[in-house]
């Protein structure tokens, strides 16, 4: 059974053990003849603010080639969800940031730069709801100076039972080239998507001056009507069309399909969801990204005519099959769901600021923030991905601008950042032990460092069934701010560190920073045997300890889990603190209270946050909703919220009013599991929900989808019970 955490979440049930004698945990001082009886209740656990002289993040360690992310515009704060940002031709002097919601933003290329103004506004015709949906894809006619035609790719409601329809379109600017008109729309070209995932939806011109369109296979998970291999399907295809002849546009003569053998809008097939893709502006060819299905996420090069495999391949591994013979164009490289979990493409580099990448395409995934450059061997041709960074950041798309330069996109916050060369020290100067982080006592890194502020919260996250010592360091001076949700925002040098004990063996621990370019980074430290010091691993592992595995995650696994849209810390937020806490003074008080008394918050705790309820314990008293809801939010909303990484329409957030939650009698949208009439969540039957059956199971299809090998009993029996409840949808 897990230990109720009212009083004692795993942190403060273990510091008073260790206060109280026992040796099981490795973070509390040993007792001595002067320690008082037991613990009491008191206003405040601490008197004071302990001076942090040593913990904090430094700079991130960097891959082969050291590069590193500024921010470009530090003064633009206005863009929001941002998936494409371009320039026009030949024009180096504006940006152009295409909004989700149906909104094109225009910025002078200048980076004191603060302002915006709207280049483009059609959130009228646009359906932006499900999380892949919304204004797509922006291209500029290569003639745009003197003609002033936008292309614009957006999803707008379905039509006859479909979800979604893909539109791309014409538009005008006004003679000044600096705002589109919305009235001169001209649809050239539209296509039913059954599906409100897997929409693609990128356009760009080829240097051929035609227009080259990405669609994804129109959803469902596993690609259940076969589009990416039908020909008579537009849908999970790269097109090509020429918009400068015919009534909407003409077929170039060059495309390799007739109409005998297909639709002559295709140029390639067999893409799953082609997620941004580029030109190389030296060479002509055409990188494209293609989002995996469960386990593999690729990048190719489109060759006219070519087969990319799915749904019988996912990169270089057949899918549901145990062969896939056929003529398939392979990926340039793939890599799998440990390294990230939705690939972004990006651009071949041509600038000047980074001698070392040119030539090299440069990628990312969403989830992991992870940035990977392609290199090729100029002797043999072979292509492989080297590593150069893990941004921090919930990549949605790359730009380049007219140098050459590559700048990557942020989609929760809507930064801009520009890569550099960089000069900080390579991986070997970043802590390869824990002694060596400041952040422990070096003599005895079991203990923690003085300036460290132990913290639990009122309803732990599952990491089976270990136990769990929780503690910040704020950098000396530097306060925390909070919104008005309730979630935490802590300051650049802050470090997170939290142990895990299994089976009575200290086995890891992981520190999340924030580094001094602001973005958020994981480590994983692996204790050795003797438990005298644990060392930085470079990847992720899977070790056995006892009768269990454990899963070290890796550093992008780690930043798929802290989002940014969910303030990266997780933890760290009002209705997970707002509750007691025994502290090494033997003093049980109020966590929140306690951090304000000692000066920890930047402003004082309005009622409004104050007041705001601790979540329930998976096995306490509260009501079944109240804990069934708690579990979803701990659980589930670190991705399933506005924002985040999770697909499909899911908000678990705890103050999601129940009719929002966006999974009642909806059907999946990756695949069944086999479970006849599946719903996402089915009132009173538990076995029909995806939610529940994805917790049941610890393979590719399972929720919460890595870092464990153990399923939750408790956690799947609480969501079953609430769902056996319900009666309808609310």
């Known amino acids: ?344 493409g990006g651009y071949v580099y041509r600038g000047t600021r980074i001698p070392a990448l040119a030539g090299v395409y440069i990628y990312g995934d969403f989830s992991s923030g992870r940035v990977w450059g392609v290199v090729e061997d100029g002797a043999t041709g072979e292509r492989t991905a080297e590593v150069l960074l893990d941004s921090g950041l919930n990549i949605s798309t790359f730009a380049q601008d007219q140098v050459g330069e590559v700048y990557v996109v942020s989609y929760d916050r809507g930064g801009i950042h520009r890569l550099e060369p960089d000069g900080t020290p390579n991986e070997d100067a970043f802590p390869t032990t824990l002694s060596q982080t400041g952040c422990v006592d070096p003599a005895d890194p079991t203990r923690p460092a003085a300036g460290l502020i132990p913290y639990s ?63 958020w980074g994981g480590y994983s430290y692996e204790w050795n045997d003797a438990e005298t010091d644990a060392a930085l691993l470079p990847a992720g592992k899977t070790r056995v300890v006892g009768a269990n595995a454990w899963i070290h995650p890796s550093r992008g696994e780690c930043m798929r889990c802290h989002t940014g849209a969910a303030g990266r810390s997780l933890g760290l937020e009002v209705r997970q603190l707002n509750g007691e806490h025994l502290y090494s003074t033997n003093r049980i008080s109020n966590q929140l209270k306690t951090w304000e008394h000692i000066g920890l918050f930047q402003v004082p705790l309005s009622p409004s946050v104050e007041q705001q309820p601790a979540l329930p314990a998976l096995d306490g008293e509260a009501p079944l909703a109240e804990r069934a809801r708690a579990y979803l939010h701990v659980n589930c909303a670190y991705c399933h919220r506005p924002g985040s990484t999770g697909q499909g329409n899911a908000n678990y957030l705890h103050w999601t009013p129940d009719a929002d939650l966006g999974v009642c009698d909806e059907p999946p949208l990756f695949g069944d599991l086999g479970i006849t009439g599946a719903r996402l969540l089915l009132p009173g039957d538990a076995a029909r929900s995806l939610i529940r059956a994805r917790m049941d199971r610890r393979d590719a299809h399972a929720m919460p989808p890595l870092a464990t090998t153990r399923v939750d009993e408790q956690g799947v029996q609480l969501i079953s019970d609430w769902i056996t409840t319900l009666t309808e949808c609310p």
Not at 83 to 93: E, S
Not at 492 to 500: E, I, P, W, Y
Not at 505 to 516: D, F, G, Q
């Open 1 to 344: 059974m897990r230990s109720p955490a009212r009083l004692a979440a795993a942190t403060s049930l273990t510091l008073a053990l260790g206060s109280l004698g026992c040796t099981n945990n490795p973070f509390s001082p040993s007792p001595t003849s002067e320690d008082p009886p037991g613990p009491v209740h008191a206003e405040f656990g601490l008197d004071t603010r302990p001076a942090n002289p040593g913990c904090r993040a430094p700079e991130r360690p960097q891959g082969e080639v050291n590069v590193e992310l500024v921010d470009a515009f530090p003064n633009l704060t206005t863009l929001r969800r941002v998936v494409l940002l371009t320039q026009a031709p030949g024009d180096n002097t504006q940006w152009y940031a295409v909004e989700k919601v149906g909104r094109v933003q225009r910025f002078t290329n200048d980076p004191s730069v603060s302002n915006t103004s709207v280049f483009a506004n059609i959130i009228d015709r646009v359906e932006s709801n499900p999380s892949e949906a919304g204004l797509l894809g922006m291209a500029f006619h290569p003639n745009f100076a003197s003609n002033g035609y936008v292309f614009l790719s957006y999803t707008a409601s379905g039509q006859n039972g479909n979800a979604l329809t893909s539109v791309i379109s014409r538009f005008r600017t006004n003679a000044e080239r600096t705002q589109v008109d919305p009235s001169s729309e001209e649809v050239l070209l539209t296509v039913p998507q059954f599906a409100s995932n897997h929409n693609g939806g990128m356009i760009a011109f080829g240097p051929d001056g035609y227009l080259y369109i990405g669609f994804g296979d129109g959803g469902g998970g596993g690609d259940p009507e076969e589009n990416g291999q039908d020909l008579q399907s537009l849908l999970g295809k790269m097109l090509r069309i020429d918009v400068d002849n015919g009534a909407a546009y003409a077929i170039p003569a060059d495309n390799p399909l007739t109409r005998d053998q297909g639709l002559p809008e295709i140029y390639a097939w067999g893409l799953r969801n082609p997620w941004r893709f580029s030109f190389d502006r030296e060479t002509g060819a055409l990188w494209v990204a293609d989002v995996g299905q469960n386990l593999w996420e690729e990048v190719d090069i489109i060759q006219r005519g070519g087969n990319y495999g799915w749904n019988i391949k996912e990169g270089t591994h057949c899918y549901n099959r145990q062969s896939c013979p056929g003529a398939f164009v392979e990926p340039v490289v793939d890599y799998g769901h440990n390294e990230g979990q939705s690939v972004t």
């Open 457 to 519: 919260v009122m309803d732990p996250f599952w990491s089976d069934g270990s136990v769990k010592e929780r503690f910040m360091a704020l950098p000396d001076g530097e306060t925390i701010k909070i919104d008005e949700n309730g979630d935490m925002e802590l300051p650049v040098g802050t470090v997170l560190m939290k142990s895990f004990r299994l089976e009575g063996k200290l086995v890891e621990t992981r520190l999340l920073m924030r580094h001094p370019d602001g973005e």
